[in-house]
């Protein structure tokens, strides 16, 4: 089982500060990495796919980069909405789909 | 727009058993393959089950192997869990999602099982 580990645990910053969320995997996932963004009392949401591409309706401001084992979601200027915990998963060797333990990002 | 509802969700004692349904609306059901993922309190998401379009394969997380299954009816579509021999570690909100490429796109907005005597 691929395990993916995410840092930091919890992120405070800004509106209009960049973040930068990081997300490793035990083992090469070459680019089937994605991210999801979990709002308070809301389902995920798929931000981005395949390391790199932007789902339905996601801002520019969302990107990914990185391939094999170490992925980074930056967010290049925060809005208040972005306050939410966002998960990594693989989709490169399952079963199990496997998920990161997820960032909480704070906007103060 | 897509919309899955899930329903069923609820209190049960260990060893019980309870059956989750998510009806699925806004997109042709029988193309796509659907999912079942936890998020269990306090411990980010955990994936459970999946099921091709026609029901024929079926996949499931080693931790819920042999006690839930997972099915699904094309002609109400319905995706269902049957949830038997329930531990309090079952305890959490379980989201149906729909999957696009090995990934979940949509998801629902969940339904709530708590496992406690």
């Known amino acids: 089982e691929i395990v993916l580990t995410q840092s930091p645990a919890t992120l405070s910053l800004s509106p209009g500060e960049r973040a930068t969320l990081s997300c490793r995997a035990s083992q090469s996932v070459s680019d089937y990495v994605a991210w999801y963004q979990q709002r308070p009392g809301q389902a995920p949401r798929l931000l981005i796919y395949d390391a790199s591409i932007r789902a339905t309706g996601i801002p520019a401001r969302f990107s990914v980069s990185g391939s094999g084992t170490d992925f980074t979601l930056t967010i290049s200027s925060l809005e208040p909405e972005d306050s939410a915990i966002y998960y990594c998963?693989?989709?490169?060797?399952?079963?199990?789909?496997?998920f990161g333990q997820g960032t909480k990002l704070e906007i103060k | 727009e897509v919309q899955l509802v899930e329903s069923g969700g609820g209190l049960v004692q260990p060893g019980g058993s309870l059956r989750l349904s998510c009806t699925a609306s806004?997109?042709?059901?029988?193309?796509?393959?659907m999912h079942w993922v936890r998020e269990a309190p306090g411990k980010g998401l955990v994936w459970v089950s999946r099921?091709?379009?026609?029901?024929?394969?079926?996949s499931y997380a080693d931790s819920v192997k042999g006690r839930f299954t997972i099915s699904r009816d094309n002609a109400k579509n319905t995706l269902s869990l049957q949830m038997n021999s329930l531990r309090v570690e079952d305890t959490g909100v379980y989201y149906c999602?729909?999957?696009?490429?090995?990934?979940?796109?949509?998801w629902g907005q969940g339904t709530l099982v708590t496992v406690s005597s």
């Open positions: 806004g997109f042709t059901f029988t193309n796509y393959w």
């Open positions: 998963q693989q989709r490169n060797n399952w079963p199990p789909y496997t």
């Open positions: 099921i091709n379009t026609d029901g024929s394969s079926t």
């Open positions: 999602a729909r999957e696009f490429f090995d990934i979940q796109d949509y």
